[in-house]
């Protein structure tokens, strides 16, 4: 009795299972039952408002596959990049708003999905301890939007944001190039400071690149150069810290505090100003 009662409920759970199976194939089913194309993009985009962004670009990509040669389907594939970059599926972003300009590289929105790529790989930007190549990659693509498309609202923000990616760039050639002045293997210290100084000059990093210069300079025994490179630092930003630091060491030490070089000194010896 015992062991047929056993039997009948295995049957039940296995029924039960079976029938929630075809429940789910049929609700799947149902889903991508072939809809009138407006009102199928226009189901995807109140998923959109509501921030149901997975939901959104399900209902996009449907729009795509039942459409594919109208132009909802176009409109359709750039709301599914925007849609996978505001659910942060960067990756996913950049693929579709590739695809959209391969399929129409002259479309309407050609614009806006170079932005969305461009804008994809600044927000992966990671700090400067960790590898650049995703700065770099953000980089080339605002570099590319301000190229294709200047005088737009896109080639401004993206020159807003170059500024921000130069900025990270050159501290990370810093952070290297401390850590190599730290090892005392000054000329590769001294080709990461240049690097900052002849390619991010604009950059809040500059004055350091400078003073760090002297220092490598000056561990080179070359001080020509290092008086160079600390005149130039005087020249650019006198009132900063670094080219009080940099007075110190070319005096030879003291408390770095005199923010003037007097014509006698070092400084005014060689420059003209």
Same mark, same amino acid.
């Given at each position: 009795?015992?062991?047929?009662?056993?039997?009948?409920?295995?049957?039940?759970?296995?029924?039960?299972?079976?029938?929630?199976?075809?429940?789910?194939?049929?609700?799947?089913?149902?889903?991508?039952?072939?809809?009138?194309?407006?009102?199928?993009?226009?189901?995807?985009?109140?998923?959109?408002?509501?921030?149901?962004?997975?939901?959104?670009?399900?209902?996009?990509?449907?729009?795509?596959?039942?459409?594919?040669?109208?132009?909802?389907?176009?409109?359709?594939?750039?709301?599914? %990049?925007? %849609?996978?970059?505001?659910?942060?599926?960067?990756?996913?972003?950049?693929?579709?708003?590739?695809?959209?300009?391969?399929?129409?590289?002259?479309?309407?929105?050609?614009?806006?999905?170079?932005?969305?790529?461009?804008?994809?790989?600044?927000?992966?930007?990671?700090?400067?301890?960790?590898?650049?190549?995703?700065?770099?990659?953000?980089?080339?693509?605002?570099?590319?939007?301000?190229?294709?498309?200047?005088?737009?609202?896109?080639?401004?923000?993206?020159?807003?944001?170059?500024?921000?990616?130069?900025?990270?760039?050159?501290?990370?050639?810093?952070?290297?190039?401390?850590?190599?002045?730290?090892?005392?293997?000054?000329?590769?210290?001294?080709?990461?400071?240049?690097?900052?100084?002849?390619?991010?000059?604009?950059?809040?990093?500059?004055?350091?690149?400078?003073?760090?210069?002297?220092?490598?300079?000056?561990?080179?025994?070359?001080?020509?150069?290092?008086?160079? %490179?600390?005149?130039?630092?005087?020249?650019?930003?006198?009132?900063?810290?670094?080219?009080?630091?940099?007075?110190?060491?070319?005096?030879?030490?003291?408390?770095?505090?005199?923010?003037?070089?007097?014509?006698?000194?070092?400084?005014?010896?060689?420059?003209?100003?």
């Amino acid at each position: 009795m015992k062991r047929s009662l056993v039997s009948s409920l295995s049957v039940l759970v296995i029924a039960m299972a079976l029938a929630g199976c075809n429940s789910s194939r049929q609700a799947r089913e149902l889903a991508y039952v072939e809809r009138p194309v407006e009102a199928l993009y226009n189901a995807a985009a109140d998923e959109l408002d509501s921030r149901d962004y997975i939901r959104a670009i399900e209902l996009f990509n449907e729009v795509e596959r039942q459409h594919p040669y109208s132009e909802w389907a176009r409109r359709a594939t750039i709301m599914s %990049a925007y %849609a996978s970059f505001r659910s942060r599926r960067y990756e996913d972003a950049i693929s579709t708003a590739q695809r959209y300009l391969s399929l129409n590289p002259a479309g309407d929105a050609a614009p806006y999905a170079y932005h969305l790529i461009a804008l994809s790989y600044f927000q992966q930007i990671v700090d400067v301890g960790r590898d650049q190549r995703t700065t770099e990659l953000a980089r080339d693509g605002l570099n590319d939007v301000v190229r294709r498309f200047p005088n737009t609202d896109y080639a401004r923000d993206a020159q807003i944001k170059l500024d921000m990616v130069s900025d990270q760039l050159a501290g990370k050639e810093m952070e290297i190039g401390r850590w190599y002045l730290r090892r005392n293997q000054h000329l590769a210290a001294v080709n990461r400071f240049k690097n900052v100084i002849d390619n991010y000059d604009t950059t809040s990093h500059t004055p350091e690149a400078l003073h760090r210069l002297v220092e490598a300079y000056l561990s080179l025994g070359l001080r020509g150069e290092a008086v160079a %490179a600390a005149s130039v630092l005087q020249y650019n930003y006198p009132e900063s810290q670094w080219y009080e630091a940099s007075y110190a060491l070319i005096e030879g030490g003291g408390d770095g505090s005199s923010q003037q070089a007097s014509n006698e000194s070092w400084l005014g010896r060689i420059t003209p100003w």
